[in-house]
């Protein structure tokens, strides 16, 4: 069985970060080693939730992991909290990464135009330094324009989508790929550019008019999930395009669906048969 390793905080309520990749990540059939960040009582869309950081303990359980001789079909990294935490996961990258291991960065920092709270424009920089060391990096049209230092647009041609993907290569990585993306009407995707083939690749599903949390953690989890599982990066893309709109709207079906997190666990047994093709 592959083993994959995800870093990100966990947020106690909210389903997103590791309450998102772990059960995700798992029902593919791979296994999914946690380090976690930071215990929050909710994700930080909601008022008061607690923060609890858990940097101290990165050092000693990478070296325990070490000791042990632990090996990683990839590494998964998602919300980080503060600069000495991209610090240590650049180390973690030095020490557990190489041939056999896939780097994917999801530069987790904002949405709609705006950054999280908490985030700031030097810490998106030190982000794009950690981009420029992955195989595969996942960031949204909001976060891409941090990781640049440029403008928020909403609804970019294909030729600035293009010129975006082009420039986030440029930070490093092999493989840009851009979530939330809509070239026609009514659908939304993905573009993903490979900077050794000079190749563009687009995906979309049906555009549901419906924003919730989460749904960023769901994408990347499966596109690791995918490709550990041996599909292509254009296999895992479009499988994740796919579930992140069977989790949308399994979610709106629900009249009483709550409104942070999708419900990404009645859409698992697609994602199992998706996987399984
Ligand atoms: O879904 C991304 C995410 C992860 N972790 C925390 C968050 C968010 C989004 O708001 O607040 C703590």
Same mark, same amino acid.
């Given at each position: 069985m592959k083993r994959i390793v995800t870093v990100q905080d966990i947020s106690c309520v909210g389903k997103c970060s590791l309450t998102v990749a772990v059960p995700v990540i798992s029902a593919m059939g791979v296994e999914t080693a946690v380090l976690p960040t930071a215990v929050l009582s909710t994700h930080t869309a909601f008022t008061g939730f607690t923060f609890h950081d858990l940097t101290d303990e990165i050092p000693p359980i990478c070296r325990h992991w070490k000791e042990q001789g632990f090996r990683f079909d990839a590494i998964y990294t998602g919300y980080l909290g503060s600069f000495r935490q991209?610090?240590?996961?650049?180390?973690?990258?030095?020490?557990?990464?190489?041939?056999?291991?896939?780097?994917?960065?999801?530069?987790?920092?904002?949405?709609?135009?705006?950054?999280? +709270?908490?985030?700031?424009?030097?810490?998106?920089?030190?982000?794009?330094?950690? $981009?420029?060391?992955?195989?595969?990096?996942l960031p949204n049209l909001t976060e891409a324009s941090f990781l640049l230092?440029?403008?928020?647009?909403?609804? +970019?041609?294909?030729?600035?989508?293009?010129?975006?993907?082009?420039?986030?290569?440029?930070?490093? $990585?092999?493989?840009?790929?851009?979530?939330?993306?809509?070239?026609?009407?009514g659908r939304m995707g993905v573009m993903a550019y490979n900077a050794g083939t000079g190749k563009y690749f687009y995906y979309d599903g049906e555009y549901v008019p419906a924003r919730f949390h989460g749904t960023g953690d769901v994408f990347a989890s499966t596109v690791v999930g995918a490709l550990a599982r041996g599909k292509s990066l254009e296999e895992a893309l479009a499988i994740a395009v796919d579930y992140t709109?069977?989790?949308?709207? $399994?979610?709106?079906?629900? +009249?009483?669906?709550?409104?942070?997190?999708?419900?990404?666990?009645?859409?698992? +047994?697609?994602?199992?048969?998706?996987?399984?093709?």
């Open positions: 991209i610090e240590l996961v650049s180390e973690l990258f030095r020490d557990f990464g190489g041939e056999g291991t896939a780097i994917v960065v999801d530069p987790v920092m904002g949405d709609n135009g705006k950054l999280y +709270p908490g985030f700031t424009e030097e810490f998106a920089a030190r982000m794009a330094e950690l $981009c420029g060391r992955a195989d595969v990096i230092g440029i403008p928020y647009t909403e609804h +970019p041609t294909e030729a600035q989508v293009k010129e975006i993907l082009v420039r986030l290569a440029a930070l490093g $990585c092999q493989n840009a790929a851009l979530t939330g993306v809509s070239l026609t009407a709109v069977a989790c949308i709207r $399994c979610t709106i079906a629900d +009249p009483a669906h709550r409104d942070y997190g999708v419900n990404f666990e009645a859409a698992i +047994p697609q994602l199992v048969n998706m996987v399984a093709k």
